[in-house]
């Protein structure tokens, strides 16, 4: 009985892995526009809705020093936050995550006609689709760079900070909000300060982000001078 069992979990481990690792196997729709492979279950956006976000997003990773023109992304949509936590666990992110196994960024809830991207398809809130969809490139682009250890030992902080700086962030923020209020972790204001910490690193040590990526500087360290130069504390 017990082998029966342990059998079963295998079988079961091994069902997931693969699901994991290639996620198309669920998601058999595909729709291609430049860079990118839309893959979903029936739900993809008919064209030429996708090109307004995707377009936006492009022309924002033009500015990545991890760019390069014949990068690809596979774009998933999900279409909730269970299918979001399941094909990407472990992963950061509610609006999207990129998964370390297949590196597949995947979608909790996209609106591209409107360029909207959602926590759930019935939440209220929204961000702009293309800024999520670059952020997220920005890190499987990091990902695709690193070796994988070394890629899930980096602190989220940096990836989060750069992907806010190339996409040009969820929020408009300036210097003085961060001192005006406390940020919560997943909040915009929060991914704005890890884009300021990831400025300073660049401005003060005149390093690139794949220097940063290499570097053990602490975000405790970059928050508490951009406090002082900014907030007077």
């Not at 994991?20 to 291609?32: F, G, H, N, Q």
């Not at 993809?44 to 996708?50: F, G, I, K, S």
């Not at 900070?161 to 209020?181: K, M, P």
């Not at 940020?183 to 915009?188: L, N, P």
Request: charged content about 25%.
């Amino acid at each position: 009985m017990k082998k029966i069992i342990l059998l079963l979990v295998l079988a079961a481990a091994g069902g997931y892995w693969l699901i994991l690792s290639k996620p198309a196997l669920y998601y058999k729709d595909a729709l291609e526009y430049k860079n990118f492979t839309l893959r979903g279950r029936g739900t993809l956006p008919a064209e030429p809705a996708p090109a307004l976000a995707l377009d936006r997003a492009l022309e924002k990773l033009l500015a990545s020093e991890l760019y390069s023109p014949d990068a690809k992304f596979d774009i998933y949509l999900a279409g909730s936050p269970g299918q979001l936590r399941f094909f990407a666990p472990f992963a950061p992110g509610n609006y999207a995550r990129v998964s370390p196994v297949s590196g597949g960024i995947f979608l909790a809830s996209a609106d591209f006609a409107e360029d909207r991207a959602r926590t759930a398809p019935e939440a209220v809130e929204y961000r702009a689709l293309s800024k999520v969809i670059t952020s997220a490139a920005v890190r499987e682009l990091a990902r695709r760079q690193m070796k994988p250890l070394a890629y899930l030992s980096v602190k989220d902080w940096k990836f989060t900070g750069y992907g806010d700086r190339i996409s040009g962030g969820a929020g408009d923020f300036t210097v003085a909000d961060t001192c005006a209020q406390a940020s919560e972790e997943g909040s915009a204001l929060r991914e704005y300060e890890y884009g300021l910490a990831v400025d300073l690193f660049m401005q003060e040590e005149k390093g690139t982000f794949r220097d940063l990526l290499n570097r053990n500087y602490s975000y405790e360290g970059a928050e508490r001078q951009l406090k002082k130069r900014h907030c007077g504390k």
